[in-house]
């Protein structure tokens, strides 16, 4: 081999070896922002869809009374909610809404006796945030009310205020049978006007 064929295999060596060197540098990852000594972070961004089913979610509290005592015939008892009550709305609108609320007969958890019960009120606190109006004193026994509405903007994760309750039971003309008695609170999500 001659001197001139060796100068030719070397430089082509240096030219192969460059390449993915200038590759490298000429397509470097670019960011919404440099980063540089100046510019510790930079920008990401994410589309997100919201669901097209299940869109609604409802949890309401539950109410113990605890143990009643009285001589009367007409026995008033109040409850606090054991939370408030929390609507998750992902529809992604501020579609308007109202929650309906009614409350079964009050029976013996040992048999099918029936406590006599003539009214069962709710009063819902507004939330802190004015996206929930709660009302107040509102007969749910065995017949809708609303207990709520939506206020302005109501989307996302919303929280009422306080819930409480008032049940009333009258045993003038029947006996009220000693014992635990339990209900069921149906709630219904309504929206539109």
Request: proline share 4%; hydrophobic share 40%; glycine share 8%.
């Amino acid at each position: 081999m001659t001197d001139i064929n060796k100068a030719k295999i070397f430089i082509f060596s240096l030219i192969f070896i460059s390449i993915p060197f200038l590759i490298f540098v000429e397509s470097p990852v670019s960011s919404d922002t440099a980063i540089d000594s100046q510019n510790s972070t930079a920008n990401g961004y994410i589309n997100v869809t919201a669901p097209t089913t299940n869109i609604w979610s409802l949890t309401a509290p539950n109410f113990n009374f605890g143990t009643q005592t009285s001589s009367a015939s007409v026995i008033n008892s109040n409850a606090t909610g054991d939370a408030p009550i929390r609507i998750v709305n992902l529809s992604g609108s501020s579609t308007s809404f109202s929650l309906q609320q009614s409350i079964s007969d009050f029976t013996l958890v040992s048999s099918s006796i029936v406590l006599p019960t003539t009214a069962f009120y709710i009063s819902v606190a507004n939330s802190a945030d004015g996206k929930l109006i709660g009302n107040s004193n509102i007969n749910i026994f065995k017949q809708n009310g609303v207990v709520l509405r939506s206020g302005t903007g109501a989307n996302g994760a919303l929280t009422s205020g306080a819930v409480t309750a008032q049940l009333t039971v009258d045993g003038t003309n029947k006996v009220i049978v000693t014992g635990s008695y339990q209900a069921t609170i149906i709630s219904t999500l309504v929206t539109g006007p």
